[in-house]
Nanobody, 126 residues
Framework: QVKLVESGGGSVQAGGSLRLSCSGS????????LAWFRQAPGKEREGVAC????????YYADSVKGRFVISQDSAKNMLYLQMHSLAPEDTAMYYC???????????????????WGQGTQVTVSS
């Protein structure tokens, strides 16, 4: 069973940076789509960034392009989200997600991901 555990959230002032980490275990397929999602109170869940475990291009939501970078360490089953130039609108619970049967190209829809972490809170103050 796939288990995902996020860490690295916290409170930061606008303009600051944070790096989120997601430790994965229990993978049974050779390739997964790995993604970060976020959900702010009263808002819909949003796909933030996505990458395939086998490598290739990363995909980003327009709202974070140029500020966030998704990366992975396959040897350690770790997924990261480096966030720069954070703004109050980035405040949300951030979740990592994985699925062996979807592709990032499909548009980072939460319904396409079957495995989720418990989330880590990111709060950006102005």
């Amino acid at each position: 069973q796939v288990k995902l555990v996020e860490s690295g959230g916290g409170s930061v002032q606008a303009g600051g940076s944070l790096r989120l980490s997601c430790s994965g275990s229990g993978y049974t397929y050779s390739s997964y789509a790995l993604a970060w999602f976020r959900q702010a109170p009263g808002k819909e869940r949003e796909g933030v960034a996505c990458i395939h475990s086998g490598g290739g291009s990363a995909y980003y939501a327009d709202s974070v392009k140029g500020r966030f970078v998704i990366s992975q360490d396959s040897a350690k089953n770790m997924l990261y989200l480096q966030m720069h130039s954070l703004a109050p609108e980035d405040t949300a619970m951030y979740y990592c997600a994985a699925d062996p049967f979807t592709l990032c190209d499909y548009g980072m829809e939460g319904a396409d991901f079957g495995h989720w972490g418990q989330g880590t809170q990111v709060t950006v103050s102005s």
